[in-house]
């Protein structure tokens, strides 16, 4: 997870034990080698992808590891098929960015990431609780993009959601007794409803990150996030994965 925390031991004023925890962002990274990658992330084309205003481009299945399969490099087949069923996203896709992109489905979920075609490193982790991490990145890894999915976990919800909803911090330290300190790194949020917000860091010596948070501690998938750091002259790609993941994720 992007998220480096930190526990620190305090006393409070009435000399019972709190804990207070401190999020610092961190790159996202890939682990693998290339060769545990292929093993542990097969993937399978599925077909072509169709956008609202005629472009198509390819997707395909990536297999993750569920709970129990991480020791047993489980294969989970493709659940989506753009060939036999229409894989359609009701959003433009530039043509002179087309070709520069792929899609890619997380098998047995419902997640859907579109991605630099060129981007060739990944590594994601399904819990048993079925919390869904997926990052990808360049050969150099020096850009990347990180998706983070909570389906039912409304702890890990609210403690993810904490950097970016200030009554989610706040709930967090009603039900856990543990406060969430700020931030180190400056966070800028635009919050364009009550259970949407966009974000944008920057960490020294890396590329500007941006990102979607969504929480919705009242719904199924409580809380779903995605970044992309990207060099500033693609900014245009990092606001298109950001829609595309702001589309298929409402």
């Known amino acids: 997870m992007k998220f480096k925390i930190i526990s620190i031991l305090a006393m409070s004023l009435l000399s019972t034990f709190s804990f207070a925890k401190k999020y610092n962002f961190t790159p996202a990274k890939v682990t693998l ?3 545990e990658q292929k093993k542990r992330h097969p993937l399978t084309y599925v077909g072509q992808a169709v956008f609202k205003n005629g472009v198509h481009i390819p997707v395909y299945s990536i297999s993750v590891p569920m709970g129990t399969d991480e020791k047993e490099r489980q294969y989970h087949s493709p659940t989506v098929n753009c060939n036999s069923s229409k894989c ?3 959003m433009d896709l530039p043509k002179d960015m087309a ?6 489905n997380i098998a047995k979920t419902g997640q859907w990431i579109l991605a630099p075609a060129s981007w060739s490193r ?3 982790y399904i819990g048993a609780d079925g919390n869904t991490i997926m990052t990808i990145t360049s050969s150099d890894q020096k850009a990347n993009l990180n998706l983070y999915d909570v389906p039912a976990c409304v702890g890990c919800a609210m403690e993810a959601a904490s950097p970016f909803f200030p009554e989610a911090a706040r709930e967090y330290q009603r039900a856990f007794d543990i406060k969430l300190n700020t931030l180190s790194t400056p966070l800028h949020i635009v919050r364009a409803n ?3 917000v966009y974000y944008q860091y920057q960490l020294k010596d890396q590329y500007q990150t941006n990102g ?3 929480y919705r501690p009242d719904e199924d998938n409580p809380y779903e996030e995605m970044s992309v ?3 500033e002259n693609q900014i ?3 606001r298109l994965m950001l829609n595309f993941f702001a589309l298929t994720h409402k």
């Open 33 to 35: 080698s290339v060769n």
């Open 88 to 90: 359609y996203f009701a």
């Open 99 to 104: 070709s520069h992109m792929k899609i890619y």
């Open 122 to 124: 990944m590594e994601g």
């Open 194 to 196: 009550k259970k949407t």
């Open 212 to 214: 979607v948070s969504k």
């Open 229 to 231: 750091t990207l060099p």
């Open 236 to 238: 245009a790609y990092a």
